[in-house]
């Protein structure tokens, strides 16, 4: 899969396909030169519901200039952090506050120039035991 958005509605499908996405903290990275935020992380497989696979991916967001972490210890590198949504909210004529937010009360906020976000896949897929559960699902 390969996915690229340049405003919030792309970045919500960006989102929907990066629900319930395992990451380590130090699979992420802000590159201030670059003006760039990477994350690498396995996502589950949404758009194959019947089965229960997970992929490796990749996703970057441009036009970065600043971050903010919220209730995530920095010092715990290897902490496995569960992503649940993707917010963006225009805070001027040109500046855009795109938060990721994670179970547990955590969060990366990026501040940003532009929404330019791009998601690929990097793997094969993999089977999983479990599906994530929200405890809305009726059947599933």
């Not at 990275?29 to 949404?46: D, E, G, L």
Request: charged share 30%; proline share 3%.
């Amino acid at each position: 899969m390969y996915l690229l958005a340049k405003d919030p509605e792309d970045l919500a499908v960006i989102s929907a396909c990066l629900q319930d996405a395992l990451v380590r903290f130090s699979d992420m990275s802000y590159i201030p030169k670059q003006h760039r935020f990477a994350a690498v992380c396995n996502r589950f497989r949404w758009e194959q519901l019947d089965q229960h696979e997970r992929v490796r991916c990749g996703i970057h967001f441009d036009g970065i200039l600043s971050t903010q972490v919220r209730g995530i210890d920095q010092k715990d590198q290897q902490r496995v952090l569960e992503l649940l949504t993707i917010r963006s909210m225009q805070t001027g004529l040109h500046n855009w506050h795109l938060e990721l937010i994670f179970s547990g009360v955590r969060s990366v906020r990026l501040e940003a120039e532009v929404i330019e976000c791009q998601l690929r896949d990097l793997s094969e897929p993999w089977k999983t035991r479990k599906r994530p559960f929200h405890g809305l699902d009726s059947d599933l």
